[in-house]
C-alpha cells in the first residue's frame, strides 16, 4: 500500500516549509535544498532546488509547494525522477485548458497554482516515488523587485520542518548604480546560526551566504528538531547621484531608472470615504478607527482633508476640505472614534459626494495633490447598483482632475469592480486582507501615498530610435518609490538622451541626460553570476504587467488586442501569466495545469445565479425556520427558478452539520470517544477557576473578554517549579522565582525552567509540558475576534482528585447508560460532581490545533461558574 508524506516547499523570494506524517518519520527525505537568488539591477531571478530521496521499502508520494510572489512569473519547472526529467511546458492558456477539460472532467484537479495570502501564492505538484528512488525538484521565477518607502526587500520565510544536510540560500546582488546600505535580518537566528551566516560586500556587489550545518540547525544536541522557523530578510537600497536617474544598456536593451531625492513634497487634498455599512461591523470597523487614527496623525499641516461615511445613506463630516490644523484633526478624530457599522452600500453616491467636495474646495495651495481615498467592503446595495454605470459616472465625474484609490476590505468586495475604477482614475486598488494586521495594511497603504513630490511626469526618449517603450507617462511619483522605463534600442546609437519633464511643487522641471551605449554595456560584461538578457526580460515582464494592467480599463476591443500583445510576450519569453498555463507532465502522462490567478479570481463565490442583484443576506446559515427570511430581487429571470435554487439550496444545508461558532472550552474525556464543549454564563464572573490537580500541582484559572464570549487570558500555576505563565491575546509572561520573562506571539521560540518546556509556536499556540505530566496547550484564534483556546494532551495523566469547573469531567464525567455509544442521539443527561445535566448534541468549530478543521460533534453544556 502507498505511504503519503507531505514536503512543501514554500518560497517567498523564497520559503520553505517541509511537513510529513509521523510514520517512518522522515523516509522521505530532503538531503539537499538549495535556494538560489541573483538580484541583478532590481530583477531577481530565482531558482529553488530540492534533492529528494525515498529511503522507504515502498513508494511514497510527495507534494512539492513554492509560494512566490504574486508579482513574480515562474518560467521553468522540472522534475528529474531516477534520471528522467518532466518538464514543464507553457502554452496559451484557453488551448491548454480545452486540452485538459476532458481529464479535469474525470476529476482530476486542474489547479497547481492558488492564491495564499496578500503577497503570496502558492504553486503545487504531487509525484510517487518509488522504494529507493530520488526526485530532483527545480522551479525558476523572475520578478521585478518594488521599491516602497525607500528600500528593496526580499523575504526569505525558513521553515524546512526537518534536518537537511545540505541546506544553502545564496543571495547575490549586482547594483551598478552602487549599493547605499545592506542589511539582513532574521526571527530565529542564534549564536550558532549566526556563525553560519556571510555576507560579503563591496561597493556594487554583495553575496549573502546561509548554510548552517547539521549540528547549527538543531535546536538542542538530543533531538532532531530544526531551528529554522521564521524570517531570513535582506533589505537594501542603491545610491542615486544623477538627479535624472540611472540608464543601464544590455544587448541593445535599456532600462531607465528615476526616483529623485529630496525634493519638496505636494500639499495633499485628500477625501476619505469610507464604508460604514452593516458588513463592516466587529473587528472591521475597529480596525477601521485604529487605522484612521493613526493616518490622522500622520497628515503634514499645509494639507487639507475631509470625510465621508456611508451606508445607504452618505453623511459629509463638513461642508468643505479643512487644513490639517491641530483642532481639526483632533475634531476629526472624535468623530472616527464614533463610527458604527449598520445599513447598506451606496458606493456611487459617497464618490460622487467626494467629488463635490473637491470641486467646491476654496482657498487650496496653488501646487497640490487632490485624491480620493475610499475603503469598502461590500457590494454597491444602496443608490445606484450597477457596477458598470458607477464606473462611467465616476470617470465622467473626476475628468482625470483627481486620483481614486479603492481599497477593498476582505474577500465579498468585487475587487475587479473597485480595480477598474482606480485605474479608470489614475489610482490603484488593493485589497486590505481580513487578518490581524488590517490596520497596519490600511496604514502601510498611506504611507506608500502620502509623500506626492512630483506629478505630471513624462520621460522622453528619441522616437526613431527606440522601440517596444513601455509606459513612459506618469500621474504621480511619490517619495520612496521608483519609475521604471524599459526598450528596445533599434538603431546604432552612440548616445541615447533622455528628456524628463515635471512638475514639483515649486517649479516646472526639465531634467536632461545623456548614456554612452558602449560604456554602459561594458558595465555588465564578465559578471559571471549575472543572467546575461536580463534587461530583455525584464523588459519583457514589465511590458506584461503594464498590458494587463491597461487592458483592465479598457473598452473591449482594445481590450482583447492588449491581451493580444501581453499573451505574445508571455509564449516568447516563456512566462506563466494569467494569459498563460504550464502544463506539467507526471509519470504515467499524468497532466495537470498551473493557472496563474489574479487578485480578482480571490473572491467567494456567489451564491446568487446569473443576473440577480443583492438585495438582503442575515450573516448566518440558513436554519429550518429560516425559509421565510431570504429575500431577494431579481432583475432578470423569473422568481420561481429563484426560490427553488434557493430551496435546494436550503435542503443540502440542512443534510449537514454547520459549524457557527467555537465554543468557550473544548475537552476530550480520557478513555472514551466523547468530546464535551463547554460555555461558561459570563454574568456570573470574568475570572473562572477552570482546573486544579494537587498530584499534578498544576492550577489553570481563565478570564472572559468584555464584548466577546470567550476567554481572552489564562494564567498557568505550576507548584514544581514554581513558575506562573500568564498567556493573554497580545502577548505571553512567564514568571519564576520573581523574574519576568515576556513573549511575542510574533516570534516561535521555545525555553525550558527546571524541566519545564515552554514554547511558542508564531501566532498560533503555546505549550506547557512536563516529563509524565499533561500538557496544556493553549490556540490563538484570531477571527473574527482574537480570544484563546485551552485543551489538554494526555489527559490519562489526571489524578482522581482533579476539580474545577473544567477538571470535574476529566475524573466526574458518567453519561446516562449507552447513551454515550449512541451515535443517533442528539440529547442525554450527563452527571457531574453530584449534579445533573441536559446536553445536547451540536457541531462546534475546534480551534484545536492537532483536529482538522471540520465541524466536530460534541456534547454541549452551560453551566454558571
Known amino acids: 500500500m502507498e505511504q503519503r508524506t507531505l514536503l512543501a516547499l514554500t518560497v517567498f523570494s523564497s520559503l520553505i516549509v517541509l511537513a510529513e506524517t509521523d510514520d517512518q518519520k522522515h523516509a522521505v527525505e530532503i538531503y539537499s535544498l538549495h535556494v538560489d537568488c541573483k538580484v541583478t539591477s532590481r530583477f531577481a531571478h530565482t531558482v529553488i532546488t530540492s534533492r529528494i530521496v525515498n529511503r522507504a521499502n515502498e513508494s511514497r508520494e510527495a507534494t512539492f509547494e513554492v509560494e512566490l510572489p504574486k508579482t513574480a512569473f515562474i518560467t521553468n519547472f522540472s522534475m528529474s525522477i531516477d534520471g528522467e526529467v518532466y518538464p514543464g511546458i507553457i502554452k496559451e492558456k484557453t488551448a491548454a ?54 528600500k528593496y526587500e526580499l523575504l526569505i520565510k525558513v521553515r524546512p520542518k526537518q534536518l537537511v544536510k545540505h541546506f544553502q540560500i545564496d543571495v547575490h546582488i549586482f547594483e551598478p548604480q552602487g549599493i547605499h546600505f545592506l542589511e539582513t535580518d532574521s526571527t530565529f537566528m542564534t549564536n550558532d546560526l549566526t556563525e553560519a551566516l556571510t555576507k560579503v560586500q563591496n561597493e ?179 443608490g445606484e447598483r450597477n457596477v458598470e454605470v458607477i464606473q462611467e459616472n465616476i470617470q465622467k465625474a473626476i475628468n482625470g482632475k483627481y486620483a481614486l484609490f479603492c481599497l477593498g476590505f476582505g474577500f465579498d468586495v468585487s475587487y475587479k469592480f473597485l480595480e477598474k475604477m482606480a485605474l479608470s482614475n ?89 548614456a554612452n551605449v558602449k560604456e554602459k554595456e561594458q558595465v555588465f ?29 479598457a473598452q473591449e476591443e482594445d481590450q482583447k488586442a492588449l491581451e493580444a500583445q501581453a499573451l505574445d510576450l508571455s509564449l516568447r519569453y516563456s512566462f506563466v501569466t494569467p494569459l498563460t498555463s504550464m502544463v506539467v507532465t507526471k509519470p504515467q502522462q499524468q497532466e495537470e495545469l498551473a493557472n496563474k490567478p489574479t487578485e480578482a479570481d480571490n473572491e467567494k463565490p456567489s451564491s446568487l445565479p446569473a443576473g440577480a442583484s443583492f438585495k438582503r443576506f442575515r450573516s448566518r446559515m440558513p436554519s429550518e425556520d429560516d425559509s421565510g427570511r431570504w429575500r431577494y430581487e431579481l432583475q432578470t429571470g423569473s422568481n420561481r427558478k429563484m426560490f427553488s435554487t434557493v430551496s435546494r439550496f436550503r435542503d443540502a444545508v440542512r443534510a449537514q452539520p454547520i459549524a457557527n461558532e467555537h465554543p468557550q472550552l473544548l475537552l476530550q474525556l480520557p478513555r472514551q470517544n466523547e468530546r464535551i464543549c463547554l460555555n461558561i454564563d459570563k454574568r456570573a464572573q470574568t475570572s473562572v477557576h477552570l482546573l486544579s490537580d494537587p498530584e499534578q500541582g498544576l492550577t489553570v484559572t481563565g478570564k472572559l473578554g468584555d ?58 499556540s503555546i505549550t506547557a509540558s512536563l516529563p509524565d505530566m499533561v500538557t496544556v496547550k493553549i490556540s490563538l484564534v484570531r477571527f473574527p475576534d482574537d480570544f484563546l483556546g485551552l485543551y489538554f494532551l494526555n489527559t490519562d495523566r489526571f489524578s482522581d482528585k482533579v476539580t474545577g469547573v473544567l477538571g470535574q469531567f476529566y475524573s466526574k464525567a458518567q453519561f446516562e447508560s449507552n447513551s454515550n455509544n449512541d451515535r443517533r442521539a442528539v440529547e442525554t443527561l450527563l452527571r457531574v460532581s453530584g449534579s445533573e445535566h441536559k446536553v445536547s448534541r451540536l457541531y462546534k468549530k475546534d480551534y484545536r490545533l492537532e483536529s482538522a478543521s471540520e465541524p466536530v460533534s460534541c456534547w454541549s453544556i452551560d453551566l454558571t461558574a
Do not use: C
Not at 549575472?530 to 480599463?553: D, K, M, P, T, V
Not at 519564576?736 to 516570534?747: G, P
Open 97 to 150: 485548458q480545452n486540452e485538459y477539460d476532458s481529464a479535469v472532467s474525470q476529476g482530476q484537479s486542474a489547479g497547481l497554482i492558488k492564491i495564499t495570502d496578500r503577497k503570496l501564492e502558492q504553486f503545487h505538484v504531487s509525484v510517487s516515488i518509488a522504494a529507493a528512488s530520488k526526485v530532483t525538484f527545480q522551479l525558476t521565477y523572475e520578478e521585478l523587485l518594488k521599491r516602497q518607502l525607500g
Open 204 to 382: 556594487t556587489k554583495a553575496h549573502i551566504l546561509f548554510k548552517p550545518t547539521l549540528d547549527q540547525q538543531k535546536k538542542n544536541s538530543e533531538l532532531d528538531e530544526t531551528l529554522l522557523n521564521g524570517d531570513f530578510v535582506v533589505r537594501y537600497d542603491v545610491k542615486r547621484e544623477a538627479t535624472a536617474g540611472d540608464i543601464q544598456i544590455v544587448n541593445g536593451y535599456f532600462v531607465h531608472y528615476f526616483a529623485p531625492q529630496e525634493m519638496p513634497v505636494f500639499p495633499k487634498n485628500v477625501v476619505f470615504v469610507i464604508d460604514r455599512s452593516g458588513s463592516m461591523t466587529g473587528r472591521k470597523i475597529e480596525q477601521t478607527r485604529d487605522a484612521l487614527l493613526k493616518i490622522l496623525q500622520d497628515l503634514r499641516q499645509e494639507d487639507h482633508f475631509s470625510f465621508i461615511t456611508f451606508n445607504n445613506k452618505v453623511v459629509e463630516w463638513k461642508s468643505s476640505l479643512l487644513p490639517a490644523t491641530e483642532e481639526n484633526v483632533a475634531s476629526a478624530a472624535a468623530l472616527v472614534q464614533t463610527l458604527t457599522a449598520r445599513g447598506g452600500t451606496d458606493i456611487s453616491g459617497a464618490l460622487l459626494a467626494a467629488v463635490g467636495v473637491l470641486e467646491k474646495a476654496e482657498g487650496l495651495p496653488e501646487r497640490s495633490v487632490s485624491m480620493i481615498i475610499l475603503l469598502t467592503d461590500g457590494q454597491p446595495t444602496s
Open 426 to 514: 489614475g489610482g490603484i486598488a488593493r485589497r486590505i486582507y481580513e487578518n490581524a494586521d488590517a490596520a497596519l495594511q490600511l496604514q502601510g497603504f498611506y504611507q506608500e501615498v502620502a509623500t506626492p513630490i512630483l506629478m505630471q511626469i513624462e520621460m522622453q526618449y528619441p522616437e526613431n530610435s527606440i522601440e517596444g517603450l513601455t509606459k513612459n507617462n506618469f500621474k504621480l511619483f511619490f517619495e520612496g518609490s521608483e519609475i521604471i522605463v524599459s526598450g528596445k534600442i533599434s538603431n546604432d546609437l552612440d548616445l541615447l538622451p533622455v528628456e524628463i519633464k515635471a512638475q514639483s511643487h515649486t517649479s516646472n522641471l526639465t531634467l536632461k541626460k545623456e
Open 525 to 553: 560584461q564578465n559578471q559571471k553570476y549575472i543572467f546575461g538578457n536580463f534587461i530583455e526580460r525584464l523588459w519583457a515582464y514589465l511590458n506584461i504587467q503594464q498590458l494587463l494592467e491597461e487592458a483592465i480599463s
Open 707 to 764: 464584548g466577546i464570549n470567550h476567554f481572552v487570558q489564562f494564567d498557568i500555576n505550576y507548584v514544581n517549579p514554581p513558575v506562573q505563565i500568564h498567556v493573554y491575546t497580545h502577548a505571553i509572561l512567564v514568571s519564576h522565582n520573581s523574574k519576568n520573562n515576556w513573549l511575542s506571539w510574533t516570534k516561535s521560540t521555545s525555553s525550558t525552567i527546571q524541566g519545564l518546556k515552554v514554547s511558542v509556536e508564531k501566532e498560533r
